[in-house]
């Protein structure tokens, strides 16, 4: 079966500071791999989605940045995190047949 | 505006109650999703619909691709069904656009 993992599940980082996250997926191959953001009180915005390695497209100009080494895997980064990076970081994937979407547990960044 | 608007954006229901959340789009899709958040954050997928109806156990979705809208029903809610329920579009490109979510609260 498949599985995705995120870590780490929490963070707190200083402003200015660097960031990465990571995602894995398990069990599938070729998967279309997403990150989105929840604000607090707010919905869920897609900010990189990846249809194959090395394939980043962005939703939302930001100070983020997406990249994707290996197939079944989807880091997030920053330079320098701003206090409005904060908020709760999903990834999530598809398979390219049946669209299916399946979230990560996420990761609530916390950014003081 | 935002590509997807859902109603109601809270909800308080009596145990037993029948439950409808709605929710519109604006743009074109290849499917709509339901998906249910718990409290600590994790997001589980209830429904995949591109047109007419899909039921599970006492959740049903329903989607109007001429009126750009769906609902999602919960029959005989119960105090477990507490969550926030989003409504997500996926466009032809397959990205994915949400809905704000309407958090529920089932009272026993």
């Known amino acids: 079966s498949q599985t995705i993992h995120q870590w780490p599940a929490t963070l707190v980082q200083p402003v200015g500071s660097p960031l990465s996250l990571e995602c894995t997926v398990e069990g599938t191959s070729n998967p279309n791999l997403y990150w989105y953001r929840q604000a607090a009180g707010r919905g869920l915005q897609l900010l990189f989605y990846s249809v194959g390695i090395g394939q980043i497209s962005s939703e939302v100009p930001q100070n983020l940045s997406a990249s994707r080494p290996q197939d079944r895997q989807f880091i997030l980064s920053s330079k320098k995190l701003l206090l409005s990076d904060s908020g709760f970081y999903l990834c999530?994937?598809?398979?390219?047949?049946?669209?299916?979407?399946?979230f990560g547990p996420g990761t609530r960044l916390t950014v003081t | 505006k935002n590509e997807v608007e859902q109603s109601p954006q809270n909800l308080t229901a009596q145990e037993g109650e029948f439950i409808t959340i709605n929710c519109s789009y604006s743009?074109?899709?290849?499917?709509l999703h339901w998906l249910q958040q718990h409290p600590g954050g994790g997001i589980v997928s209830l429904f995949m619909?591109?047109?007419g109806k899909k039921k599970h156990g006492r959740l049903i979705a329903t989607i109007n691709i001429q009126e750009k809208h769906s609902s999602l029903h919960i029959t005989a809610s119960h105090p477990r069904d507490s969550a926030v329920y989003i409504c997500?579009?996926?466009?032809?490109?397959?990205?994915?656009?949400f809905g704000t979510g309407t958090s529920l609260t089932v009272i026993p």
């Open positions: 619909l591109s047109s």
């Open positions: 743009v074109g899709i290849s499917a």
């Open positions: 999530a994937w598809t398979d390219g047949a049946s669209y299916e979407q399946y």
């Open positions: 997500a579009v996926r466009r032809p490109g397959n990205q994915f656009y």
